[in-house]
Every structure is written in C-alpha cells, then in structure tokens.
Nanobody, 116 residues
Framework: QVELVESGGGLVQAGGSLRLSCAAS????????MAWYRQAPGKQRELVAR???????DYADSVKGRFTISRDEAQDTQYLQMNALKPEDAGTYFC??????????WGQGTQVTVSS
C-alpha cells in the first residue's frame, strides 16, 4: 500500500517562502517519477513540478525560477521549495507519484495561502 503524506503548507505573505514535504511509505526509487500539483478554488488541478529518479526536473512556466523540486531517497521524501510566493500560488498542493506501470498515487493535499 502506497501512502503519500504532505506537510509544510500554511499562511505566508507575498514574497515569502514555504517548503513542502511529501513522505512516501515506500522506496521512492521505485517510482517512474514524482510530482507536485496544485488546485486553486474553482480551477483545475495543474502540474507545478516533476522530478525523475535521475533528477531530471521540469516546471510550470508560472513557477520557473521561484520553485525547486527535489527528492531524498534516503528519507523517501520529495520536497518543493517555494520562494517569492505570489497570491496566485495559493491553493491545495498535492504530492503525486507514478509507478512504472503508470499507476498514480496521490497525497491528501496541503493548503498554501498567500496574503497580499
């Protein structure tokens, strides 16, 4: 049973920083890739960043240069460092992992609120 548990969300002023964590119940090296998604109220869930076991990353254009995705296999955890936060970054952030058979696993989400 794969479980993903996010933490680190909260309330921050615009321009501030937050670091999200996603702890997996299994060895994250087994995943094809891991990612962070976010969903704002009334909007579709969107990909924020993705990382492969080899460390290749890609980002949504809206967060490039401000957010950094990383992973620690020793801790079976992935992270999302978010800097220079904007009000439009607010929403629920979800951790996602894809198995090598393309099965998706999702965390329960962590709330990020950015005050202007």
């Amino acid at each position: 049973q794969v479980e993903l548990v996010e933490s680190g969300g909260g309330l921050v002023q615009a321009g501030g920083s937050l670091r999200l964590s996603c702890a997996a119940s299994v060895n994250i090296a087994s995943f094809l890739f891991m990612a962070w998604y976010r969903q704002a109220p009334g909007k579709q869930r969107e990909l924020v960043a993705r990382i492969t076991p080899g460390g290749s990353t890609d980002y949504a254009d809206s967060v490039k240069g401000r957010f950094t995705i990383s992973r620690d296999e020793a801790q079976d955890t992935q992270y999302l460092q978010m800097n220079a936060l904007k009000p439009e970054d607010a929403g629920t952030y979800f951790c996602m992992a894809s198995s090598r058979t393309w099965q998706e696993y999702w965390g329960q989400g962590t709330q990020v609120t950015v005050s202007s």
